[in-house]
């Protein structure tokens, strides 16, 4: 059996060492922090523990610094594509649980998964996270198919989606193999909670019950060669700064095993979900001031991991974590399979779970330009120029990788100006994308990028470094 490489005697006692810390150690931990090599368990500990407002001000002052220097003004949007809520786990929190009898099962036929990957194409979005329910009978070639059916959409003659992630149950080394070829992105699987027992109280019946099997999935998929994977922790179902260390013990297992961490992390905080009573009062429910520290805290303790907030989020908060050091965000989202197309037809019909952020992806786009300052970006490069798993590890800690996202976010930013913006989105975007490349110092960059816009202008498409 694969052995459980979460030790939570280590995690106790790095609390508990953390509670000594003070104004003095904190300010030395924060100063650690600008070197971006990351912090230790005890040191993340007292970050989140500290509830002096003060030290929470310079907390988020060094995330919002440590984001810009990594990544730059960049926040990357994609959209999730339910493709079947079909599951025979029960698992307490969630919707799509084998005896929620209030929820009609749907897997998408090939038809509507198009259907469905039109109307986010038409939006604009060039990025889609395809996720899964767990049943015996959605087999890995189902899933395969529904991957191969979504790139091969195209839109205005081109690919539509140029990125798919995914977020599905975990696979025996062998399934991730045959996943590789179909040319994923990332592969997502959250442990939801690391904490043994709690993990085994909320996860009643199905494969999922498995713990061990689901804390080596993202390694099974690194040994198969998906070398850009993602973790994740359901806040609500555990004490959070325990989940948040063991996150961490799971990163630096990853990164001793493959050299290479997770690509991205998630920050689910359990929403109120159809046939769930738990996610209506989840037994560890955190405030907006603590999942704030959470995620600022995560972008010191871990800095080159890319950082992931859902429409699970409403706007104010989703605006204030970007400022955080939160780098992609998914827009105009619909949580069940089919709800693109229930949307468009006004078919009401229940969510996975509630949705915080309602709005279309360009409202949200115009809100980050406006209110955030920052540069809306299509970007789907890394993957399709092979800079994935350690390749973009080795760019991201130099602080090169930014030299690739700036300017990649302007050339996918004007392209979708130019397709999609609505007037307003297109005055201010523009606005931005000017400033934007005058603050590029490396006049070469600086042309190649202004070459790239005249491209775009004169009717070309998908351009990037
Ligand atoms: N079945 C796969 C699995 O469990 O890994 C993937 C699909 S599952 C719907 C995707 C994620 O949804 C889960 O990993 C969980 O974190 C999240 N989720 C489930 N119930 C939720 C709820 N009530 N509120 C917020 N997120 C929830
Ligand atoms: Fe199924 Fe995943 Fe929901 Fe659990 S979280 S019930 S495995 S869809």
Redo the contacts with the bound molecule.
């Keep these: 059996m694969e052995h459980n490489f979460i030790n939570e005697k280590e995690i106790f006692e790095s609390i508990e060492n953390a509670q000594k810390a003070d104004k003095a150690m904190i300010n030395d931990i924060l100063q650690k922090a600008r070197e971006l090599k990351g912090l230790s368990l005890t040191e993340t500990a007292a970050l989140l523990m500290t509830k002096d407002p003060e030290d929470i001000a310079s907390i988020f002052e060094t995330a919002t610094w440590i984001k810009d220097e990594i990544y730059g003004n960049r926040i990357v949007l994609f959209a999730p594509l339910?493709v079947t809520?079909l599951?025979g786990?029960i698992?307490d929190?969630?919707?799509?649980r084998a005896d929620n009898k209030e929820l009609e099962r749907i897997t998408l036929s090939k038809e509507q998964l198009i259907e469905e990957t039109k109307i986010i194409s038409d939006s604009g979005h060039k990025r889609a996270l395809l996720?899964?329910?767990?049943h015996p009978s959605f087999k890995i070639n189902n899933v395969i198919e529904s991957i191969e059916t979504v790139y091969a959409v195209k839109h205005n003659d081109e690919q539509a989606i140029r990125r798919i992630n995914i977020?599905?149950?975990?696979m025996s080394v062998d399934d991730f193999k045959a996943l590789k070829e179909t040319g994923i992105g990332t592969y997502?699987?959250?442990q939801?909670t690391y904490h043994y027992d709690t993990y085994k109280k909320v996860h009643l019946a199905g494969l999922?019950t498995n713990y061990e099997y689901?804390l080596h999935a993202l390694h099974r998929a690194q040994k198969a060669g998906i070398d850009d994977v993602a973790v994740?922790v359901?806040f609500?179902l555990y004490e959070p700064i325990f989940e948040v260390l063991a996150m961490l013990q799971h990163c630096f297992e990853l990164e001793r095993e493959f050299d290479v961490g997770p690509h991205t992390v998630?920050f689910?905080?359990?929403?109120?979900?159809l046939g769930?009573d738990m996610?209506i009062h989840p037994p560890y429910e955190i405030d907006d001031q603590l999942f704030k520290q959470i995620v600022a805290v995560t972008r010191l303790a871990i800095p080159y991991t890319g950082m992931i907030i859902s429409t699970?989020e409403n706007p104010k908060m989703r605006a204030e974590l970007i400022d955080l050091g939160v780098s992609q965000i998914s827009a105009g989202s619909k949580t069940s399979p089919g709800g693109y197309h229930e949307a468009k037809a006004n078919i009401p019909r229940k969510q996975?779970?509630l949705i915080g952020d309602e709005r279309s992806l360009d409202e949200v786009i115009n809100d980050l330009i406006v209110r955030n300052k920052h540069m809306p970006s299509f970007c789907t490069s890394c993957y399709r120029k092979g800079r994935t798993g350690h390749k973009f590890m080795t760019l991201a800690k130099p602080g090169n990788i930014k030299n690739f996202c700036q300017p990649n976010a302007i050339l996918t930013f004007m392209e979708y100006l130019q397709q999609f913006g609505s007037e307003e989105t297109k005055i201010n975007g523009i606005k931005l994308i000017t400033d934007e490349l005058a603050t590029i110092e490396n006049e070469i960059l600086k042309a190649a990028v202004k070459e790239g816009l005249e491209r775009l202008t004169a009717g070309e498409t998908d351009i990037y470094f």
């Design positions: 339910y809520n599951c786990n698992c929190y969630c919707a799509f996720v899964y329910g767990e977020n599905a149950a975990p997502q699987c959250f939801e999922k689901r994740g359901l609500g998630s689910p905080r359990i929403e109120p979900a769930s996610s699970r996975q779970f």
